[in-house]
């Protein structure tokens, strides 16, 4: 069973970056998967932020393309988001997602978006704050 566990949210203030980090186990060296984040905020829907598939493909939103940049370690079994420029509407709490087997970046994006119970695993979550 693949487990996903997120870090390194917090508070900033706009204009501010933040690293989220989340550590991936329970994969087999044989399984494709598609990784990515999505986020919630308070009384809102989710929305997909990034993915990567496992041809290397990424998809953003269009919300966050330019300021965020999704990547990963595999050597540490680890997904990074990198967010810059960030502003208060990007304070949520954000998931971390896989989707197994061969699904692209822009599927994932809209799994994570529109259907996030079909997400094969997904994190607790780290609360990102941004202040003005």
């Known amino acids: 069973q693949v487990q996903l566990v997120e870090s390194g949210g917090g508070s900033v203030q706009a204009g501010g970056s933040l690293r989220l980090s989340c550590v991936a186990s329970?994969?087999?060296?044989?399984?494709?998967?598609?990784m990515g984040w999505f986020r919630q905020a308070p009384g809102k829907e989710h929305e997909g932020v990034a993915a990567?598939?496992?041809?290397?493909?990424?998809k953003y939103a269009d919300s966050v393309k330019g300021r965020f940049t999704i990547s990963q370690d595999s050597a540490k079994n680890t997904l990074y988001l990198i967010m810059n420029s960030l502003k208060p509407e990007d304070t949520a709490m954000y998931y971390c997602?896989?989707?197994?087997?061969?699904?692209?970046?822009?599927?994932?994006?809209?799994?994570?978006?529109?259907?996030?119970?079909?997400?094969?695993?997904r994190g607790q979550g780290t609360l990102v704050t941004v202040s003005s």
């Open positions: 329970g994969l087999t060296a044989s399984q494709t998967v598609t």
């Open positions: 990567l598939d496992s041809d290397g493909s990424t």
């Open positions: 997602a896989a989707v197994t087997g061969y699904v692209t970046a822009v599927q994932a994006l809209d799994i994570m978006t529109i259907a996030p119970h079909a997400l094969s695993a």
